[in-house]
């Protein structure tokens, strides 16, 4: 009896509802990091943040496979690739919010603020002894509209939630499922 349809279906469900977690979790860690600017702790705080997410999608996977203990590889990670890709697109939509009338530019402002930091511009004239033209970065940064940035992020979202799947999938399959208590 073929049960994966079933499997494949509960998994879905269950997606949903993690990736409204992880999504939340995302969006604080966005918030935070781009508070960075004016304190860096909440960078810091906003890093630490985006690393329990995925210490909480490998705690999703290990239930999930102690629910289900015939769970292979590839239905673990396309679980955990659909819960990220569910907080992906939470994640994005709270951005474009974000961009779109609570953030007034102060993004940008920070960025070409870092610019103007000697020091800064010291270590990336290191870094590239080529050189490297602040002006045109400056005036490109100035130039990006709220499409631009939250295009950008999304495309940025996708990417993480592959790798924060593969990464939890592995996690997550490590050691054996534990079977659940029967009473």
Same mark, same amino acid.
């Given at each position: !009896?073929?049960?994966?349809?079933?499997?494949?279906?509960?998994?879905?469900? =269950?997606?949903?509802?993690?990736?409204?977690?992880?999504?939340?979790?995302?969006?604080?860690?966005?918030?935070?990091?781009?508070? %960075?600017? &004016? &304190?860096?702790?909440?960078?810091?705080?906003?890093?630490?943040?985006?690393?329990?997410? @995925?210490?909480?999608?490998?705690?999703?996977?290990?239930?999930?496979?102690?629910?289900? =203990?015939?769970?292979?590889?590839?239905?673990?990670?396309?679980?955990?690739?659909?819960?990220?890709?569910?907080?992906?697109?939470?994640?994005?939509?709270?951005?474009?919010?974000?961009?779109?009338?609570?953030?007034?530019?102060?993004?940008?402002?920070?960025?070409?603020?870092?610019?103007?930091?000697?020091?800064?511009?010291?270590?990336?004239?290191? !870094?590239?002894? =080529?050189?490297?033209?602040?002006? &045109?970065?400056?005036?490109?940064?100035? %130039?990006?509209? @709220?499409? &631009?940035?939250?295009?950008?992020?999304?495309?940025?979202?996708?990417?993480?939630?592959?790798? @924060? %799947?593969?990464?939890?999938?592995?996690?997550?399959?490590?050691?054996?499922?534990?079977?659940?208590?029967? =009473?």
């Amino acid at each position: !009896m073929n049960q994966s349809p079933t499997v494949y279906s509960t998994l879905r469900t =269950e997606a949903s509802r993690g990736g409204l977690t992880i999504g939340l979790l995302w969006l604080v860690s966005f918030v935070l990091v781009t508070s %960075a600017f &004016d &304190d860096p702790s909440l960078g810091l705080l906003g890093n630490m943040c985006a690393l329990f997410s @995925v210490i909480h999608c490998v705690r999703l996977v290990r239930r999930r496979r102690s629910e289900r =203990e015939s769970l292979t590889f590839v239905q673990c990670l396309w679980y955990i690739w659909l819960t990220c890709f569910y907080a992906a697109l939470l994640t994005t939509f709270g951005q474009y919010l974000y961009f779109q009338w609570i953030d007034n530019g102060r993004f940008v402002q920070g960025f070409t603020r870092i610019l103007q930091d000697p020091a800064y511009r010291e270590s990336l004239q290191k !870094m590239y002894p =080529e050189g490297f033209n602040f002006d &045109d970065v400056t005036r490109a940064a100035s %130039a990006l509209t @709220v499409r &631009d940035i939250v295009m950008q992020l999304l495309l940025t979202n996708l990417f993480c939630t592959a790798v @924060v %799947a593969f990464v939890a999938a592995v996690l997550g399959m490590l050691g054996k499922a534990k079977s659940p208590r029967k =009473e």
